[in-house]
């Protein structure tokens, strides 16, 4: 495996919620990784959601606080972002992405270089 696979991703309705999950790589032995979610919706930016440390130390932008929930198991290398109380302005391709673990903050897309393909999030009223 040589990008981030992510799953979950669906059609549901707003109120709800649901996870996706990202499966990571060691993309070099022995180095630490960030691991980060991102969304883009159609004509807008791709923005930062949240982001996790190989610690577990996690940080949220400010469209990912409140709602958003990070979470990482080192041991099966997975990350997920659980979304509570959706809405329609949540619908977006939501991407998962790695970096070494030097400087996690999701707020720039830009800092992250290791992507996976995303996975699309719909939310119906």
């Known amino acids: 495996q040589v990008h981030p696979v992510e ?16 499966l990571y790589s060691d993309y070099i032995p022995g180095s630490r990784y960030c691991v980060a979610w991102f969304r883009q919706a159609p004509g ?8 996790v440390r190989s ?13 958003f929930t990070i979470a990482r198991d080192n041991a099966k290398k997975i990350v997920t972002l659980q979304i ?3 809405k329609p ?10 970096r070494l673990d030097t400087n996690c903050n999701p707020a720039s897309w830009l800092a992250y270089d290791i992507w996976g393909q995303g996975t699309q999030v719909t939310v119906s009223s």
Do not use: F, H, I, P
């Open 44 to 51: 807008n930016e791709r923005e930062g959601v949240a982001g």
């Open 55 to 67: 610690d577990g130390w996690t940080l949220y932008t400010d469209s990912g606080k409140g709602r």
């Open 84 to 86: 509570a109380s959706l």
């Open 7 to 22: 799953s979950g991703g669906g059609s549901v309705q707003a109120g709800g919620s649901t996870t996706l999950s990202c």
């Open 89 to 98: 302005e949540d619908t977006a391709m939501y991407y998962c992405a790695a």
